[in-house]
C-alpha cells in the first residue's frame, strides 16, 4: 500500500495560498461521524537538524488509530541556520517508500527570516482543512502516542480543546530543571487567576483543539508567549478545555533546549496583556468587534433584557443571538431556538445547549424565509440589532412574521436617529437608523399590527455622537465600555426622565389572529405612557 504522496519542494510561507477551511458546530465537531475524525499536526521547526527526522517517524503511531481518517503533518521551517532543511529533505526521500503514513498527507512550508512558534503557527493555520488540530514541537521531548488519549475528549465529553499535562499523575517525566517546574507552575497558577480555570500546565505543547475553532481566534503572539494567549483567549470564548496527563522527556541545555527565562519574562507579559484584551474573535467585517467589545458591558445587556421580559413567551426564537448574551438573560423557556449566520457565534451558541435541552441552535438568515425552523411556531420572536443591517428589512420583518403563530409577538430593537449615522454606524454594516414612524411603518408593511414602541437608552447619544461624528472613531474604548457597564445602574434610572431622543427604538409587534385584518391607526398607543 503506497503512501500519499508529500510535495517535496518547500514554499515560502508568505507566497503560499491557502486551501479550504471547515466550518462544524461544536457538539458536531467530528461530523456526523462519531467514530472517527481528522487531523493536523503543525511542527514549527527551528535548528533542530539532529532530532527533526526522528520527531517526524515519531508520528508514524497516528497511522495505527482507528479513530484517525486522515492526518495532515505541516512543517514550517522557522529560517533554520543550521542543517535542518537538509534533514528534512532527506526525511521526505524516504516518504515514497514509507509504509508507516498510509493516512498522512504533509505540507512543507519555509519562513524567509526567523519569526517565532507563534508565527510558525499562524502560517500553518491557513493550511488547516482537518476537524482538529494540534501542535508538535520537534524536540521529542513529546511522545506522539499521547496524542491517542486526547482524541477521545473530543468524542465523549464534547471538548474545544485538550491540554496534555505534564504535571498530572499518570505520565511519566524526566526529572530535571526544578527552577523551570517552579516557574511554569506559577505562569499556570496566574493563567488560571485571570481565566478562572484550574489548569495545571499552561506552557504544554500538547494542546489538540478544534481546528475551526482555533482558526477563529486571532493569535497575536510570535514567540512562546502563544502558549497564554491561546489558554486565555480559549477560556474567554467559553471553551470546554479538558487535560489529560502525558509523559516529558525534557532535554537539557546541552542537548539543545532553548527556552530560557526572556520567555518567562514575555509569558508574564502576555498574561497581563491579554486579561485585558477582547481580541478574541477574528475580524468578520461587519464590525462584529464593536458588538463583542460592547457584551463587556453585561449590567447594559441586562437592562435591555430587562425592558423586553415582559413580551416574552415560551416558545421562542432569537435572531441574531451573537454569542448568546441576551439568550442567557432569557433562559430558561420551553421551546427557545438561538440564532445567527456567523458560523464563530454559532460555535459559541452550541456550547449553550449543554444540560438546556430546551435550547436549540440553527443558522437563520433573516431575508430567506427557507432557512427559518421548519415545522416550528413560535409565541415570539426577538430580534435585536439585525434588520438595520439588512438591505430589505420589510422583507425580513416578513419571514419573521410567518414565523409566529396567530397573536403572537415580534420584539425588534434599531437604532433611532437617521441624525446620529455616523462612522461607528458604518463599521457595523447599518444600512440606516429608524424614525419612529419608519419603524412602525416597516412593521405594518410587514402585515403586523404595531402594539408599543419603548425608547430605549436616552444617556448613550451624547457618546455615539461624539464617537461616531466627532472623533469619527470605528470602535469603542474598553475605558468606555467599563464606563457604560458602571453607569447603568445610573442610566436605568434617568432614562426616562433626559430631554433627549433614544439611541434606540424597541417595537413590540403583534400578528393578528386574521391576516386580513388591518393594523390599527389609532398611534395613541405610542404616547409617553409606553416608553421605557
Request: net charge neutral; aromatic share 10%.
Amino acid at each position: 500500500m503506497s503512501t500519499t504522496p508529500a510535495k517535496n519542494t518547500f514554499e515560502n510561507a508568505g507566497a503560499a495560498r491557502p486551501i479550504g477551511r471547515a466550518v462544524l458546530s461544536a457538539k458536531g465537531a467530528m461530523g456526523d461521524n462519531r467514530s472517527s475524525t481528522t487531523l493536523s499536526v503543525i511542527v514549527p521547526v527551528y535548528n533542530e537538524q539532529y532530532l527533526i527526522e526522528a520527531s517526524l517517524n515519531g508520528l508514524a503511531v497516528l497511522d495505527q488509530s482507528p479513530r484517525l481518517q486522515q492526518i495532515k503533518v505541516i512543517i514550517v521551517n522557522d529560517c533554520s541556520t543550521d542543517a535542518t532543511a537538509e534533514a528534512i529533505r532527506h526525511f521526505q526521500s524516504h516518504l515514497e517508500s514509507s509504509q508507516d503514513f498510509k493516512k498522512f498527507t504533509w505540507i512543507w512550508l519555509q519562513h524567509e527570516k526567523n519569526m517565532g512558534k507563534g508565527a510558525a503557527i499562524r502560517t500553518a493555520l491557513e493550511y488547516v482543512d482537518t476537524q482538529l488540530v494540534v501542535i508538535h514541537d520537534a524536540d521529542l521531548e513529546y511522545h506522539p502516542r499521547d496524542l491517542l488519549q486526547m482524541l477521545d475528549l473530543f468524542f465523549f465529553e464534547d471538548a474545544d480543546a485538550v491540554f496534555g499535562s505534564r504535571f498530572m499523575p499518570g505520565g511519566y517525566k524526566r526529572a530535571l530543571f526544578f527552577r523551570h517546574e517552579v516557574g511554569n507552575k506559577f505562569l499556570t497558577f496566574l493563567c488560571d487567576m485571570v481565566c478562572d480555570l484550574n489548569l495545571t500546565d499552561i506552557e504544554t505543547c500538547y494542546k489538540m483543539i478544534r481546528a475551526d475553532l482555533l482558526k477563529s481566534i486571532p493569535l497575536e503572539s510570535s514567540t512562546f508567549d502563544v502558549e497564554p494567549e491561546l489558554t486565555i483567549k480559549l477560556a474567554k470564548r467559553g471553551s470546554r478545555i479538558f487535560e489529560v496527563p502525558i509523559s516529558y522527556s525534557g532535554r537539557t541545555y546541552a542537548e539543545g533546549k532553548k527556552i530560557s527565562w526572556k520567555d518567562g519574562v514575555r509569558a508574564l507579559w502576555a498574561i497581563l496583556r491579554y486579561s485585558f484584551s477582547d481580541k478574541i474573535y477574528a475580524a468578520d467585517g461587519h464590525g462584529g468587534e464593536i458588538l463583542l467589545r460592547l457584551n463587556r458591558a453585561p449590567r447594559f445587556t441586562g437592562w435591555m433584557a430587562d425592558v423586553i421580559r415582559p413580551y416574552v413567551g415560551n416558545r421562542v426564537l432569537e435572531i441574531g443571538a451573537g454569542i448568546g448574551n441576551m439568550t442567557m438573560h432569557l433562559l430558561p423557556r420551553t421551546v427557545y431556538w438561538a440564532t445567527d449566520i456567523n458560523p464563530a457565534y454559532l460555535d459559541s451558541l452550541e456550547r449553550l445547549k449543554i444540560n438546556r435541552p430546551y435550547l436549540q441552535v440553527a443558522r437563520v438568515d433573516g431575508t430567506d424565509g427557507n432557512s427559518f425552523p421548519g415545522g416550528e411556531s413560535f409565541d415570539t420572536v426577538i430580534c435585536l440589532n439585525v434588520v438595520e443591517h439588512l438591505a430589505d428589512d420589510h422583507e425580513a420583518l416578513r419571514n419573521i412574521r410567518n414565523a409566529l403563530e396567530p397573536g403572537g409577538r415580534a420584539i425588534v430593537l434599531v437604532p433611532n436617529g437617521p441624525k446620529l449615522f455616523g462612522t461607528l454606524d458604518e463599521v457595523l454594516g447599518h444600512c440606516r437608523r429608524y424614525t419612529e414612524d419608519q419603524l412602525i411603518h416597516a412593521g405594518e408593511a410587514a402585515g403586523f399590527q404595531a402594539e408599543k414602541l419603548l425608547k430605549f437608552n436616552r444617556p448613550g447619544v451624547p457618546a455615539w455622537w461624539l464617537n461616531g461624528q466627532v472623533l469619527r472613531r470605528t470602535t469603542f474604548g474598553l475605558g468606555q465600555i467599563r464606563l457604560l457597564n458602571f453607569l447603568t445602574p445610573l442610566f436605568r434610572v434617568i432614562d426616562p426622565w433626559l430631554p433627549l431622543p433614544p439611541l434606540s427604538l424597541i417595537a413590540i409587534f403583534r400578528k393578528e389572529n386574521s391576516a386580513a385584518q388591518e393594523p390599527s391607526s389609532d398611534r395613541q398607543v405610542f404616547g409617553s405612557n409606553s416608553e421605557v
